[in-house]
Every structure is written in structure tokens, then in C-alpha cells.
């Protein structure tokens, strides 16, 4: 089966471990990643949050570069509400200038944390002068001078000589139309909406609107040496959705956080659903053979896996065990 294996780490904290133990986890599977062949390895977004490292991604991703060679390392994502556009470009046009070729820059729109660092990210952000999301999409093409930009007075200097890849982060056709319009690759996040009805729709739109190209696919998957220890690992995993009286929704990951959540935005009218994760589960091949299938069904050409928080041995040995299946079937 043609099609390519990308990373995606959140720096997860295992017991005991330092926030700075947790990052160093990730320097060394960005390596390891690189040595097994994958081709991207993204960082994540997240704020105030003790269980993970990574709230700064473009800081990390440089890091990261330096310690690599060629695979391509990348934000997945930067949570743009929080940002000038302008500013996000100036970064990621400067990690392309140090690292040519081997930089992604993928954006998403959820907060990627709690009201309250919400509220600490934006502080300065006047809610009335604040561009859509589609608008910042659109300056950041003029500002990276990608997607057709022509040059301005304002440029987002240094210019790299290859502009960093451009991804945005959804699930759903608003999201594979808001792609295609802005000339964006589309990453639909199947870790977080597995829905296959939602996934087939999206899909669909997005090749429509860009005659022919598809989607990559961001799942979770945890591979070990048998299928009971791999399922044994994920069998608490847990996602609880809150939901507000007025439509909204977001994913937490206990239902302390949920009222912890509900608290911080000052909302007292919500419920709480609990929802098991979809994760592919069980040895290197049954997870292969999943990923197959799913590369048959939806013509997905690279998937990015997303290793539950399990531990840093096992989530190396995840990647591991997936990477040496690939090559064992290609040889």
C-alpha cells in the first residue's frame, strides 16, 4: 500500500516526569521518528494544562529542526484565534529561512486550552477589530507570499526560499471548503471526530473543490507486541464532551476538567457526554491492515498518527513496531 506515516506529539507528561523530562521525550522521538522513516513529525498546542508540554509549538519546532536532519517538522497546530497573523507568518518564515524545505505550518481554530488562558492569550486583542478565521487564513498567504501572494510593503521578512507547507486543522465540509478556497492542504482530524459518515462527506467535498486532491487523515493508533496489551493500554482512554445549553461544544478529558471548564466560562446550564476514543488498537499489522483499509476506502495518501499518552516507552515502541511493519511489507 502506497502512502506515507506522519507524526503528531503533544509532549505528554508521564507520572512523576517534568515538564522539561516530557519535552526532552519528544526531542528524542522526533529522532527516532526521522531514523524509522516517517515523513512529518507536528507538535501541539495546549495551555495551562499539567499534563502537557507543549504550548508553544513554533519555539519547539525550532528546537526540533536542529536536532534533525530531513524529516519535516511542523505546527499541528497553531491555534490562530489567539494571534496576529502577521506574527505567525514572520515566525514560520523564519524557521523556513533556517530549515529550507522542512518546514509545515498548520493551524487550527480551537482554543487549545481553558477559558482562562483564553483570556490571558487575548487580553490585548480587541474583540471588535479581531479578522474571521478565513480572513486570517487570507493574510497569511500574503504575508508568507504563498498560494499566489504577490508582494507588498508589508512583508513577514526574512522570505525563506521555499514558503513553510500550509495545513489547516478541521472535521467537517466547512472546513475542506475553507481549504480549498485558501489553497490550504486539509488535515481532518479523525483522532477528535471519527465519525465515518463526517469523514466520507468531508473528503468528498474537499476533492470536489480541489479537483481531486484528498485530505490527510489524523488519527490515533497504539501498536504493542500483542493485541491484548495494546487494547488493555487504551481501554480507559475516555473523551467527555461538553455541552452548552446554547449549541456549543468542547472536548475535555475528565469530567472534572468539563466542570472545571464550565466554571471558568462562567456557564452553569451544560451536560456532559462520555465517549470511548477511536484509536486503532493491537499488533504493528492489525493496526497496518487498518491503516490499509482506510487508505482503500477514502484514498487517504498520509496519515497522521497521533499516540495516546500511555508513556514515553511505549509510544516510542509504538512507532517502532508501525515503522518495521512498513518495511517488513516493502521488503
Known sequence: MSYLLSLLDKSPLDPGQTGAEALQAT???AARAEELGYHRFWVAEHHNMSSLASSAPETLIAYLLARTSKIRIGSGGVMLQHYSAYKVA??????????????DLGVGKAPGGFPLSTRALQVGIDPALRPSFPEQLADLNRYLLAGG???????????PPVAPERFLLGASVDSALLAAEKGWKLVFAGHLNGDPDNLQRTF???ERATEGKRPLLALAALAADSEERARARVADLKIFKLLFGNGQSVNVGSEDQAAEYARQAGI???????????????????????????HRRYGVEEFVIDTPSVGTAERV?????????RLSLAA
Open 27 to 29: 526531542v528524542r522521538l
Open 90 to 103: 514572520e515566525s514560520f518564515n523564519l524557521l523556513a529561512s533556517l530549515a529550507p524545505s522542512r518546514v
Open 149 to 159: 501572494g504577490s508582494a507588498s510593503e508589508l512583508l513577514a521578512t526574512p522570505l
Open 204 to 206: 468528498d467535498a474537499y
Open 268 to 294: 452553569s446550564d451544560y451536560r456532559v457526554e462520555e465517549k470511548t476514543p477511536s484509536v486503532l488498537t493491537g499488533t504493528a499489522l492489525q493496526v497496518r491492515r487498518e491503516l490499509d483499509d482506510l
Open 317 to 325: 515502541a509504538s512507532i517502532e513496531l508501525i515503522a518495521q511493519e
